[in-house]
């Protein structure tokens, strides 16, 4: 479904600019939950930016559905670690969902529906009447999701979406967007420096490598079945693999 062949990123000029991804391929098949992992600067965002259509490339190919991508596009929906920069403050919660369906100029009924299914879904149906400001950190996330599913995009790319909220709340959360996932079986591409939260979520995770010239250092395939229960031995082997991929990495990031 998205092809990412051989793709290479330079900001600036190409010879003597930030070589910042060489030759990272992978391929996305529909339905799949793919995580991207690595360390701080090695190019997750930067990743998510060509996925999305935001950034260009100086080697490689970008295919949706088999055709280039050349910029943003309704078949995806970016999510951002920031939700309440993400959302209209002066809208209220509903609002907030009805402005990308009245965008697509889609009936009022259909609008209505969508509204409706999205905001149960992401359990804010009571909270429909209230602004971003008055929910937690944790409830403007979904409504960022009920945003972002309300207009039916086939890929979901979500740059550290959790990574702002405490320990409870972010379990919280990874419980649900699994939950949304199976139920809706789209295609997610998910960011997060966090080793468990990759475990927890992926299909697959692409282990990426420090720049310059990052790349793909692995790609791990969980076949832990779900749920996942990150106290098992199960889980902790693969911890375990994935640090070791990672290991010397980390330290010369944080040495
Ligand atoms: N517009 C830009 N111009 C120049 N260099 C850039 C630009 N955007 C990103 N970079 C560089 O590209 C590298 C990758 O950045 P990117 O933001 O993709 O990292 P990341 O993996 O998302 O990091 P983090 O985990 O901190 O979010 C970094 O070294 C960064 O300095
Ligand atoms: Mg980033």
């Given at each position: 479904m998205l092809t990412i062949d051989s793709v290479t990123k330079i900001f600036?000029?190409?010879?003597?600019?930030?070589?910042?991804?060489?030759?990272v391929s992978i391929e996305v098949p529909e339905g799949e939950f793919l995580c991207l992992l690595g360390p701080s600067g090695c190019g997750k965002t930067t990743l998510m930016n060509i996925m999305a259509g935001f950034e260009g490339i100086n080697g490689g190919r970008v295919l949706l559905h088999g055709r280039p991508v050349t910029g943003p596009g309704r078949d995806r929906m970016m999510f951002f670690q920031d939700a309440g920069s993400a959302?209209?403050?002066?809208?209220t919660v509903e609002e907030n969902v009805q402005y990308g369906l009245k965008l697509q100029r889609i009936p009022a009924a259909e609008r209505r529906r969508r509204v409706d299914f999205n905001l149960s879904m992401v359990g804010l149906d009571e909270h429909r009447r209230k602004f971003p400001a008055q929910l937690s950190g944790g409830m403007r996330q979904r409504l960022q999701i009920a945003r972002g599913l309300a207009v039916d995009p086939d890929i979901l790319l979500m740059d550290e979406p959790f990574g702002a909220l405490d320990a409870m709340s972010k379990r919280r959360m990874q419980g649900f967007l699994l939950d949304i996932w199976q139920r809706t079986g789209k295609t997610i591409v998910f960011v997060t420096h966090d080793i468990a939260e990759a475990i927890l979520l992926a299909d697959r995770i692409a282990v990426m490598s420090v720049?310059?010239?990052?790349?793909?250092r692995d790609i791990v395939t969980i076949e832990i079945p779900r749920p996942r229960d990150p106290s098992s031995p199960g889980f902790g082997e693969v911890y375990a693999q994935i640090e070791r991929l990672l290991g010397h990495d980390l330290d010369r990031h944080e040495g």
């Amino acid at each position: 479904m998205l092809t990412i062949d051989s793709v290479t990123k330079i900001f600036g000029e190409p010879a003597t600019g930030y070589r910042a991804l060489k030759d990272v391929s992978i391929e996305v098949p529909e339905g799949e939950f793919l995580c991207l992992l690595g360390p701080s600067g090695c190019g997750k965002t930067t990743l998510m930016n060509i996925m999305a259509g935001f950034e260009g490339i100086n080697g490689g190919r970008v295919l949706l559905h088999g055709r280039p991508v050349t910029g943003p596009g309704r078949d995806r929906m970016m999510f951002f670690q920031d939700a309440g920069s993400a959302l209209f403050p002066w809208q209220t919660v509903e609002e907030n969902v009805q402005y990308g369906l009245k965008l697509q100029r889609i009936p009022a009924a259909e609008r209505r529906r969508r509204v409706d299914f999205n905001l149960s879904m992401v359990g804010l149906d009571e909270h429909r009447r209230k602004f971003p400001a008055q929910l937690s950190g944790g409830m403007r996330q979904r409504l960022q999701i009920a945003r972002g599913l309300a207009v039916d995009p086939d890929i979901l790319l979500m740059d550290e979406p959790f990574g702002a909220l405490d320990a409870m709340s972010k379990r919280r959360m990874q419980g649900f967007l699994l939950d949304i996932w199976q139920r809706t079986g789209k295609t997610i591409v998910f960011v997060t420096h966090d080793i468990a939260e990759a475990i927890l979520l992926a299909d697959r995770i692409a282990v990426m490598s420090v720049g310059p010239d990052s790349r793909f250092r692995d790609i791990v395939t969980i076949e832990i079945p779900r749920p996942r229960d990150p106290s098992s031995p199960g889980f902790g082997e693969v911890y375990a693999q994935i640090e070791r991929l990672l290991g010397h990495d980390l330290d010369r990031h944080e040495g």
